[in-house]
């Protein structure tokens, strides 16, 4: 049986030659042509067609996309054949197919494969139709003669045109853009993306035009297109994808904001900053002014976040925002650089003054608390302040030397503000320098250890003794706690460099008593945030244990305004504390503001009156009446009293004549070597009180 299809979809063709080929039949031959004019030409010629099957969306003639085909045509020049035409588009194929399989057997197989394969047609259409619909942007799929062959869901909103109606229709009646500057019609074409010669790539993406939607309303998009290629190279529609182009900006405003604003307190960040620096240098260049530089470090913010969490320690940050901003002129930047450190751009000033005028204006609107929920925090300034063009030309530089100033007024006490000057990039060199050896330095313990008694003031008998750290850098020689300490509290190794310390002190006091000197209870020095570490307590009871020392022989120093910081949290540590059996003490006492109740609800053993209170305690001064004060105080609290810093024979007598239970300080001893303490020890009293040993 000799079978002609006359058919101008090829997918439709390959599933026609798959179900007579899936059906076995050697009896059946079939022919394919895709026009009508095409078809009357074979059937001119021989062999003769037994069947035509025509399609009903083939086109009379091939050029023309109007008319429908002729069947009287096809019929007249096969007089002799089977001419079958069906009239729904969609279902034609199985139609046709199973009125021939009435007239051959091997149909009937073919019409089964066939049925198979367009359902798997049919789901592979919906599989793509709900991927289309997954695409946030507007999709609109076409054939090769401009035809909707698929819509998905945002572009059903967009262009108003449902799926229903769309499918089928030439692509200018969905897709009907106008230029949005001349209003002329935008001759959008799929066919333009579709030649033969072309290189297959997208359309040029534009963003001019307007579409007009099934209801007359308009919208401003953007859209591109691109010819959709089969594996054999040849195209067989295109896609066009589009999107609402004043939705797609609002997007790239905020994407903009996003990138130049910190995303906690909405405030211009570096990126931001650094571009409005530039500009306003160029602007006071020109007009001959000057630029202000506020580098702000919040004091002891850790201490916050540490205490009552991070969720409270962004709220402070926020509110500290809002008011820096309420400080400054509306043409001044505030920007926060990262954590807790902000920077104030202060523009076209006429006097470096003009900075300190705003410091000073900081200062007081911060005096005032924060209330933060429950909590009323106070949070003091540490500031550096540079000028343009005295203290840099460029934005680096500038940003630099105010950091430089920043640390300065850190160094000195906190809660002040520092002019950059040239010796503070010295400091600040060293101060990097220290930074980076300190990782170093704890792997390859550069650290040592010295000791300094602790003297009964009555007897002369030495009762304890305070361990003090000293690093032996390579480069800068034998540096002091306090050239490195705070640094390495501010870097985050404070905690690894007290473990070493109380882990190395342990083992020296064992072995000590394992020499067969006689023990003394040992001092150390731990920070607020080996104190609030999780593993703290953990990690001295496992100290102990290891060494096998009696816990009594521990005393730890915390310093009073560390305590005071959090004065609730510190007395639950304290007590957590005092139940391993360890010793107490309050270090630079008289400096941290700590009120009578809560000294009463510290445990702790010894108070040490800080040394400079030492100063002038032979004559009638306001120190000789604070120290006498504090000594009665601790002792009416039940306390054991030391004093530190003493220096002088005058001081010792003054202790002594006051009842203060003990002292240190280099009229006794200077701090020295573990060996040199060895020999301390063994005579158990200095060699002659007053006459500090040479070390």
Not at 34 to 42: F, M, Q
Not at 373 to 383: K, R
Not at 508 to 534: C, D, F, M, T
Request: glycine content about 6%; proline content about 3%; overall charge negative.
């Amino acid at each position: 049986m000799h079978i002609l299809l006359i058919e101008n979809n090829s997918v439709d063709v390959k599933l026609v030659q798959a179900a007579l080929s899936n059906a076995g039949g050697n009896s059946c031959f079939m022919e394919w042509v895709n026009s009508v004019p095409d078809g009357l030409a074979r059937l001119n010629r021989e062999p003769k067609i037994d069947i035509v099957i025509l399609d009903s969306a083939v086109p009379s003639d091939q050029h023309e996309n109007q008319g429908s085909p002729s069947f009287d045509q096809i019929a007249l020049a096969a007089p002799n054949a089977l001419v079958l035409m069906p009239g729904a588009q969609n279902d034609w194929l199985p139609r046709a197919l199973h009125y021939i399989a009435q007239q051959t057997e091997v149909l009937v197989v073919a019409e089964r494969e066939l049925l198979a394969a367009e359902k798997e047609l049919l789901d592979e259409k919906d599989l793509t139709q709900i991927t289309l619909n997954s695409v946030s942007d507007a999709v609109i799929v076409v054939n090769r003669q401009g035809h909707l062959t698929h819509i998905n869901r945002p572009a059903e909103l967009m262009t108003g045109w449902s799926q229903v109606n769309a499918l089928g229709r030439p692509l200018g009646d969905i897709f009907n853009i106008v230029d949005s500057a001349t209003r002329q019609a935008v001759l959008y074409s799929a066919l333009s993306v579709m030649q033969e010669s072309g290189d297959h790539r997208a359309a040029e993406l534009s963003t001019t035009s307007i579409l007009i939607r099934s209801d007359d309303s308009e919208c401003s998009i953007e859209h591109t297109s691109k010819p959709i290629v089969c594996r054999d190279g040849k195209m067989t529609g295109a896609v066009i994808v589009f999107h609402d182009a004043n939705e797609s900006r609002s997007i790239a405003l905020k994407m903009t904001h996003l990138a130049q604003h910190d995303f906690l307190t909405g405030l211009p960040n570096r990126m931001l900053l650094t571009e409005r620096l530039s500009q306003a240098m160029g602007l006071a260049r020109r007009n001959h002014t000057q630029v202000g530089l506020l580098f702000i470090d919040l004091d002891f913010f850790k201490h916050i976040n540490d205490s009552l969490g991070h969720a409270i320690g962004d709220l402070l940050l926020q509110s500290v925002a809002e008011r820096l901003v309420s400080c400054v002129r509306e043409t001044d930047t505030v920007c926060r650089q990262g954590g807790d450190e902000f920077v104030i751009l202060l523009s076209e000033i006429e006097r470096a003054q003009d900075a300190a005028v705003t410091a000073e204006k900081l200062f007081l609107a911060f005096a005032e608390p924060h209330v933060i929920g429950v909590n009323e925090l106070h949070v003091t300034l540490s500031i550096g302040i540079s000028v343009y063009p005295s203290d840099g030309k460029s934005a680096e530089a500038l940003m630099k030397n105010a950091d430089a100033a920043m640390y300065h007024a850190k160094v000195i006490g906190r809660n002040n503000f520092q002019f950059f000057k040239m010796e503070m990039n010295a400091r600040a060199m060293q101060r990097s320098l220290i930074e980076s050896s300190l990782r170093r330095a704890i792997k390859l313990q550069e650290f040592v250890l010295h000791y300094q008694p602790k003297i009964d003031l009555a007897s002369g008998v030495i009762v304890g003794v305070e361990v003090l750290i000293r690093w032996q850098h390579p480069k800068l020689g034998l540096l002091k706690p306090k050239e490195f300490l705070a640094i390495a509290e501010e870097c985050g190794l404070i905690v690894p460099v007290g473990g070493w310390v109380l882990r190395e002190a342990c083992n020296q006091l064992r072995a000590w008593l394992n020499a067969g000197l006689r023990i003394i209870p040992l001092a150390i020095n731990v920070s607020g945030a080996e104190l609030k570490h999780r593993y703290f307590i953990d990690g001295i009871s496992q100290v102990l244990q290891e060494t096998g020392l009696p816990p009594y022989y521990l005393e730890l120093e915390f310093t009073e305004s560390i305590l005071m910081r959090d004065a609730e949290l510190s007395v639950t540590l304290l007590e957590s504390l005092k139940m391993v059996g360890v010793q107490l003490a309050i270090d630079n006492f008289g400096t941290g503001y700590s009120s009578l109740g809560f000294l009463k609800r510290f445990p702790v053993d010894t108070i040490k009156i800080d040394g400079i209170f030492m100063r002038d305690l032979e004559h009638e001064s306001d120190n000789a009446t604070i120290v006498t004060a504090m000594i009665a105080l601790a002792q009416s609290l039940k306390q054991r009293v030391l004093a530190e810093g003493v220096e002088t024979a005058e001081q010792f007598m003054f202790l002594r004549n006051h009842r203060c239970n003990e002292a240190q300080g280099v009229y006794f001893s200077q701090p020295v070597s573990a060996e040199d303490f060895g020999r301390l020890l063994r005579s158990n009293t200095l060699p002659a009180l007053g006459n500090s040993p040479k070390n």
